[in-house]
């Protein structure tokens, strides 16, 4: 595995707006290096044999069918209640 330098913890801390001092840029460097090497082993592991998984506790979404409701009243009583309207549709402040 290649070594972090302080260079590339200079590169994360500017992006990360971090203010780091000398010796917290090399503990740093040498504390993700090892946490690198570390996960590297990951790539030791055969999991030719494993079955690719999605979820495991079996779970599955409860949904409901959609029904249409027929409404009595009519479009224009429903708009008078609205504070204000504008082509038919009730106005609403924009939303961005």
């Known amino acids: 595995m290649n070594k972090i330098t302080t260079t590339d913890i200079d590169k994360l801390a500017q992006l990360a707006r971090l203010g780091l001092t000398g010796a917290e ?19 030791e592991v055969d999991v030719s044999k494993v079955e690719p998984t ?7 979404n409860v949904t409901r069918e959609d029904k249409m409701v027929n409404c009595d ?3 224009d ?7 204000e309207t504008e082509n038919g549709f009730i106005k609403v402040k924009s939303v961005l």
């Not at 993700?32 to 996960?39: F, S």
């Not at 009583?77 to 504070?83: H, K, R, T």
Request: with cysteine.
């Open 25 to 43: 840029k090399e503990s740093l460097a040498t504390e993700m290096t090892a946490i690198l090497d570390y996960v590297k082993q990951l790539d």
């Open 54 to 60: 999605s979820q495991v506790t079996g779970l599955c």
């Open 73 to 75: 009243i009519e479009r």
């Open 77 to 83: 009583e429903i708009l008078s209640n609205a504070p």
